[in-house]
């Protein structure tokens, strides 16, 4: 804490139980007027709890909280609003088909009227340095536009404390400089910003204090900029870390690459999404390619046409020679194809079936999990056991639904059940995330591995950590095309901002 300060909010002894799980044992800090403070924890270490506590989404069971020396207990984030309290999700809550003037509405209590509204918009998004037109529609955004909109929709109100949860997950190099300054200045005017994130180096970068969570209690402070990034991810877990080990790359003599894209272009299926024009990468046997790119510039639609969800001309896309661009996903996985795409709930996995039959819906075909139509449902069960054990993945049991688990565990399970089938094609969107520290070593060591073992691997994305510690070569999307590929090895962030941002001389800028 800032010495000298006075105290905004004391949280004294709060405790929150579910069933089966304490969320939050016992946890007291405080943060002082116009503190930047962290909040660092694994996965399940109960930050989402400690923040819905105090935003109003959740009652605690027992404790206190005091706002500015009176006490707080906030019934409903109207209340907490009201007592000069914001914060911004990091999963935006915004209508596409709307206008950014017209969504600020939405999120305040009494709106003045439209045109007066969309001049103050105006005018504080100057101020802070997000300069954003009231009048775009949100779908034409891209998600760090969107990210100030919710920012700006906060400061309209003007917070004395505001919660950012994981607010960088979605920006590029640059994007996170310009929220940086704009977290400055409000901090600077007093506001004080409680910072829950999982990329260590910017909380070094930007907070004064920070306190870690490990199981629900709070391990520790410390301030940020003294100790190294290591030692704050070691405090979180509990343990010694080791980074991911490579090994030597060999020669695997093949004349054809084990996935090859040439000039592919799609339309999106998705609203407001973005068509592919003219992407072309080969990736040999062996070899990963990371793709960088914000949110919206063509990531999901590029997982969705290779893992044949989205059909393209049969040449467009080709497997040792093979054409398959024309195949629908089970003919790939018959050749060895396996993917992950980002949203884990809906898409990666069914909400409402259990880990075991959700087990079964990717790896029926590569581990043979049926037979004459009837389904091994003894072999499924031993294998999903397999990848909970080898996985971490922390849940009472396979037969859980989907839905119950905490979104890291989801994300652990399924990141293995892609990477246990002895792929030949990898496509992964979004490897860790949400996942903490250690997990995401883990996983990333997985993928090493399947590399190793011969997989061509593309992992597409937005945590430039994953891209610059798996990949061999690295390139970026955007607005639907694909920056060429340069060796990852010496790339600087500013290259790779460059290149996330639509700089698409990069090959001269680069010599790899």
């Not at 089966?20 to 962290?38: L, M, Q, T």
């Not at 652990?412 to 903490?436: A, C, H, Y």
Request: proline content about 5%; aromatic content about 4%; glycine content about 10%.
């Amino acid at each position: 804490m800032t010495t000298g300060n006075e105290v905004l909010l004391s949280i004294e002894g709060v405790t929150k139980a579910y069933p089966g799980v304490v969320a939050n044992s016992d946890v007291s800090f405080e943060i002082s007027k116009g503190e930047i403070h962290a909040l660092l924890g694994e996965n399940g270490a109960g930050k989402s709890t400690l923040v819905k506590m105090i935003y109003g989404l959740v009652k605690p069971d027992s404790g206190r909280m005091r706002l500015r020396g009176a006490a707080y207990a906030p019934s409903q984030p109207s209340a907490a609003r009201g007592a000069g309290v914001a914060m911004v999700f990091q999963h935006f809550s915004l209508f596409e088909a709307l206008n950014v003037a017209e969504n600020v509405a939405l999120g305040m209590e009494n709106p003045p009227k439209m045109r007066e509204l969309a001049e103050r918009i105006s005018t504080v998004s100057q101020e802070y340095g997000l300069p954003l037109d009231p009048s775009r529609m949100v779908g034409d955004l891209s998600a760090g536009e969107r990210q100030r909109v919710e920012i700006i929709r906060c400061l309209l109100q003007d917070p004395k404390l505001l919660i950012m949860d994981e607010p960088t997950s979605v920006l590029t190099p640059q994007e996170v400089d310009i929220l940086f300054q704009t977290l400055r200045q409000l901090s600077s005017e007093g506001t004080a910003i409680l910072y829950i994130s999982h990329k260590l180096e910017e909380i070094r970068a930007l907070c004064d204090e920070a306190t870690i969570l490990r199981r629900g209690k709070v391990v520790g402070t410390c301030t940020p900029r003294d100790v190294s990034a290591r030692e704050m991810a070691e405090l979180m877990v509990g343990a010694v870390l080791t980074p991911p080990a490579r090994a030597a790359s060999k020669d695997w003599g093949d004349a054809e690459a084990a996935l090859e894209v040439a000039g592919l272009s799609v339309d999106s299926p998705i609203p407001f999404g973005t068509a592919l024009k003219e992407v072309s990468f080969t990736v040999q046997r062996g070899e990963v390619l990371g793709i960088a790119g914000v949110a919206g510039n063509g990531q999901d639609e590029l997982l969705l046409a290779l893992s044949g969800e989205l059909r393209a001309r049969p040449d467009m896309v080709k497997s040792f020679g093979k054409p398959l661009g024309g195949m629908g996903p089970n003919e790939r996985r018959v050749l060895g194809f396996v993917a992950a795409p980002e949203d884990r709930l809906g898409h990666a996995a069914a909400p409402d079936m259990s880990l075991v039959e959700n087990a079964l819906l990717s790896g029926a075909v590569r581990k043979k999990l049926t037979t004459n139509g009837f389904i091994d449902w003894g072999g499924t069960k031993a294998w999903a056991e397999e990848i909970v054990a080898q996985y971490d993945v922390r849940t009472p049991g396979t037969w859980v639904a989907a839905r119950a688990l905490s979104g890291g565990n989801l994300q652990k399970f399924l990141m293995g059940r892609e990477l246990s089938q002895s792929p030949e094609v990898v496509i992964i969107n979004q490897p860790t995330w949400g996942v903490d520290a250690a997990a995401a070593a883990f996983i990333r060591q997985e993928i090493l591995n399947r590399a190793q073992d011969g997989a061509a691997v593309v992992v597409i994305s937005q945590d430039l950590d994953d891209l610059l510690e798996v990949s061999d070569r690295f390139a970026a999307l955007n607005e639907g095309r694909l920056t060429p590929s340069v060796p990852t090895e010496g790339l600087t962030v500013e290259e790779i901002g460059l290149m996330m941002g639509g700089a698409h001389g990069m090959e001269t800028a680069h010599h790899g």
